[in-house]
Nanobody, 125 residues
Framework: QVQLVESGGGSVQAGGSLRLSCQASGYTYDNYYIGWFRQAPGKERERVAG???????SYSDSVKGRFTTSKDYAGNTVVLKMNSLKPEDTAMYYC???????????????????WGQGTQVTVSS
């Protein structure tokens, strides 16, 4: 059974940085996509970043240039580095994994079958 466990997060002042990790276990295949999502109170869930099994990255316009994601193949860990954080980045952050997916572009929402427990990121002004 696939499990995703996030770590990192916390509270930081605007302009600061945080690092989130997503440890994947239970996958029996290598070609899966990991996405990063966030949801603030009263707002819809937003996909902010993701990485294909070959390491191709994608970002939403709201975080492009500030967030980077990368995959550690050996450890089955995906990292989200968040720089120049803004108060509007405050949200619960989740990583999510797909069923087998080999395309080099982000998958539709329906492909994300496995979700982490979430970690809170709070940015104060």
């Amino acid at each position: 059974q696939v499990q995703l466990v996030e770590s990192g997060g916390g509270s930081v002042q605007a302009g600061g940085s945080l690092r989130l990790s997503c440890q994947a276990s239970g996958y029996t295949y290598d070609n899966y996509y990991i996405g990063w999502f966030r949801q603030a109170p009263g707002k819809e869930r937003e996909r902010v970043a993701g990485v294909t099994w070959l390491g191709d990255e994608s970002y939403s316009d709201s975080v492009k240039g500030r967030f980077t994601t990368s995959k550690d193949y050996a450890g089955n860990t995906v990292v989200l580095k968040m720089n120049s954080l803004k108060p509007e980045d405050t949200a619960m952050y989740y990583c999510a994994g797909t069923n087998p997916y080999s395309e080099d572009y982000p998958p539709p929402q329906s492909r994300f079958l496995y979700w982490g427990q979430g970690t809170q990121v709070t940015v104060s002004s």
